[in-house]
Each structure stands twice: as C-alpha cells, then as structure tokens.
C-alpha cells in the first residue's frame, strides 16, 4: 500500500534559499483545487509565467461549466505570485479577457520576505472535525482584510443560527449528490485509497487527507461501496459544521471566467492568512455544487440574486495528512 514517511515529504519541502522558477511553480501548484485534479499547465517565459486551464483534468459532472476549474486556476495563481514576489520577482497577476489564461508578468529585484510564503506548503483542506472553540473579532477581521479582492464579496458566518441554516444546505446538497451515480462515478474516479495510490498517480483524494482509512486499492473500493451511505456523510458533516467556529462564503460580482479566477484568489488568500492564524479550513460546496440550492444560500446570506461560489468552513482543529501533487515537470508546457 506504500510508505506513509515517503509519502508524507512529497512536494510539500520549504522553499530552498535561491529559489528557481520550478520552486516557484511547485508551490503555485500546492493551491487548493476542485477534487485534487489539478488542472493546470504552466508555460515559463522571459519574464512571465502563464497559468493555463488543462482540459484533460476537468470534473465535468461536479462542475459542468468549469467554474471550480478557474476558481483552482486562481488559487494556483495567489500561490505563484507571492511565491514569486518573495523570491525576487515581483509582478502582476492579469487574467485575458475570456478567462482562458492567467499571465503573471515579473521584473528581478531584492528577495523581500512575504508574510503568508511559509503558510503554502503548511496549508491544507482540513475535513476533521475541529474543536468549537469561536475565533478572537481581531482575527476575524484580518482574515477578512486578507482575503479582499476587486470584484469578490465575502461573506463572514459566526452565529450559529445561520451556521446551522448552511449546514442543512450542505446535507441536502449532499443528499442530492450522493444520489446521482454520475456524481458518485466521477468522485470515485478521483478516489485514492492508499499512499501508493496517491503516490503513483500524484492526485486525486486521498483517503487519508479526509480522515478516512488507508485500504488496499480493492479492499477501497469495496469500502467505498458498502459504507460511503449518504446518512453517515450527512451525519459527518452536521459534526463537522457544528464543531467549526464560522463559514467563509465568497461570490464573484459577476458570473464569468475572470471573476471565478478572481473568487480562486480570494479564497486561496483567506487560506493562507487563516493557516498563518493557526486555523484549519475546508470547502463545504454542496450548496454551490447543487445550482438548485444557490439561491436559497444566497438569500440566507442577503445577497439575493447573486450567484455563491465558494463555501468554506473554518475553526482550530487537527492536522491531517497532506493531499498528493504531481511533479513539476509534468504541469510544464
Ligand atoms: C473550487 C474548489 C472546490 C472544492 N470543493 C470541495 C468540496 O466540495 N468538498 C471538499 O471536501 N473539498 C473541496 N475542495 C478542496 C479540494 O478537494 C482540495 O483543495 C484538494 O483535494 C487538494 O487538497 P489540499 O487543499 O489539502 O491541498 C475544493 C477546492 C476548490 C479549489
């Protein structure tokens, strides 16, 4: 099933003192993304680095229209630029006009130390339950001037009447989910039950990273089949929500490629900044997931009208073991 020591090191090793060009975009590519697909190439230039969408990595039936695909271009974009900015290439990040490329444009300067680069390969979706404790005003407020960005709302959840009103909203999502079979084909697809797995393919879920237990490859899929039941994830999640200190919900100002880039930015950043804080996060996206339930969570947060995008909870809670990476040299074009 493979070696949990060799797996735990792969890709998340700091930042060595000169950092090249595939340091920086090793830890572009430790952003969060849509079911551990990574769906990204990097193409190096001169002075730029462009981030491009890799349509052979899309998820089409959790995300039929791509829009976590460019929500995960965005969170690899945030890496990239403060991994860059803090390696002596400072720049700008400029997304094309349809959304199909991200461009970050750099110039050579002094090394400046950035205060969220050590939070990168420490960061991880954390699906563990976490220990209730409410998080201080002071910090809340530094998450949330963390995480602004041109044309991406957040919306900020710590009473628990509305945590609960989400909550439900991610069990019905995940009722609706876990009966559709082309849902459960797609997710199992992007399943990992072992280090070996995990290891070999360099994406996808792993079992461990949710919690869950590590099982020879047919002993998982058997697992998966006889005790995934949408009544133990429901209860799963109530727990998981009610022992988080607050909801995180970002929504682009408008519905296209770039603000979804944009909402990928945000919430990477607020990630990062939560990490940095000593807090875990992890994405809740049933309710964005489901199209149907959209408009209740947006008129549940005063935001009526509008289309929710990210929901994320967060709290203090353990660390899990870290999700896989693929190589560098594979994401390079
Ligand atoms: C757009 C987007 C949607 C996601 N949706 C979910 C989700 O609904 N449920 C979940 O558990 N994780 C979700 N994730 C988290 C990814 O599964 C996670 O980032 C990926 O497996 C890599 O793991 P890491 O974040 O620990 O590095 C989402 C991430 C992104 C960027």
Redesign the pocket.
Known sequence: MGDFDTYTGSLRVPMPANPDIVDIIRYAT???????AQPWQFRVGESTIDILPDLSRTTPV??PDN???C??LG?AAENLLIAASASGRPGQLETDAGGERVRYSFSRAEARPHPLLTAIPR?????AEYDGRSVPAADIESLRQSAETPGVRLVLLTDRARINQVRDLVVAGNDAQMADAAFMAELKRWLRFNPRSAMVSGD???SA??GNPVLPEFLGDLAFDTFFTASAENDKYARQIDSSAGIAIFLAEREDKAHWIAV?RA??RF?LAATASGLKH?????PV?IARLRPELAALIGERGMRP???MRFGYGPTLP??P?RPVNTVLV
């Open positions: 430790l952003a969060a993304n849509g079911h551990n959790v995300d829009h976590h695909l929500v995960s969170c960061r991880q979706s954390t699906r996808g879920l792993f990273a949710s990928g919430c990477q990630a992890a994405f809740i996206n049933q997931e995008d990210i929901v870290f999700s990476r």
